[in-house]
């Protein structure tokens, strides 16, 4: 699908500083079905959203900064894997010079510490399906990332990850995989056997797991108070601000 930057920078907020084209489409692997991810920098925070095939994921330049020091994945992939369409207040340049990377081991620890969220039956995963789903497959393509960049990786391909993991299942992990009790239940048996850990709760509830684990992991504290805002939307890339605490 071709999407040309006039009808990307109409659909753009009117104060954008920045709109930079990342992921498949800036990668040059595209299919058919591939959304146009744009990431979108803005002056204050605002929720993303999507207009047909284009998914803006919206930041402010503090936010980008803050997550650019602490290693942040998603910040890595703008800096790997991008394209500026407009960026006169050199956003990428003021990542790049502040990004701090992350060790596998600290980003594989956030991720087990938060595996207590997915355990669940049917009728409780019928309760929050799509939440349940991103977080699981958030979790699943981070660790995935993590551990093929420590194997000599450098790329955010999921095919090119799977095949440097030697685990040809993951290739077929998308943001938008189907959202079903089998489907979800995949997602998370890939996950256990990539960390090794099989997810527990060993709290019995949502609300348990939350208090918890607070202070030990503020991540897993807010990736919880997610879950639980029925209201309020869980958008993928949104979740790297969660690690960060913006939304605490």
């Not at 919206?58 to 703008?78: C, D, I, P, W």
């Not at 960049?149 to 992990?173: E, T, W, Y």
Request: proline share 6%; charged share 20%.
């Amino acid at each position: 699908m071709h999407t040309d930057n006039d009808t990307i920078e109409t659909h753009a907020a009117q104060d954008a500083r920045a709109l930079v084209l990342f992921g498949s489409h800036a990668r040059g692997d595209a299919s058919e079905i591939s959304d146009v991810d744009i990431l979108q920098v803005c002056p204050n925070p605002r929720a993303s959203y999507t207009v047909g095939k284009i998914s803006y994921s919206n930041y402010t330049l503090q936010q980008l900064l803050r997550m650019a020091r602490t290693g942040s994945l998603f910040v890595l992939h703008l800096l790997k894997e991008s394209k500026p369409l407009v960026d006169s207040e050199h956003v990428l340049v003021r990542i790049r010079q502040a990004y701090c990377p992350a060790s596998t081991a600290t980003i594989l620890s956030q991720v087990k510490q938060s595996l207590p969220l997915l355990p669940c039956d049917q009728q409780a995963f019928l309760e929050r399906p799509v939440r349940l789903t991103t977080l699981a497959i958030h979790l699943l393509r981070t660790t995935a990332y993590a551990m093929s960049f420590a194997q000599g990786g450098d790329s955010f391909s999921m095919i090119d990850v799977a095949q440097r993991l030697n685990l040809p299942k993951l290739a077929s992990i998308r943001r938008d995989t189907n959202v079903n009790w089998p489907s979800f239940c995949d997602v998370v048996e890939q996950l256990a056997e990539l960390v090794g850990e099989i997810p527990k709760n060993p709290h019995g509830s949502l609300e348990a797991v939350i208090v918890n684990a607070w202070p030990e992991s503020s991540m897993c504290v807010s990736l919880g108070l997610r879950l639980l805002a029925e209201k309020s939307p869980m958008p993928y890339d949104d979740l790297d601000l969660i690690w960060q605490d913006e939304w605490l």
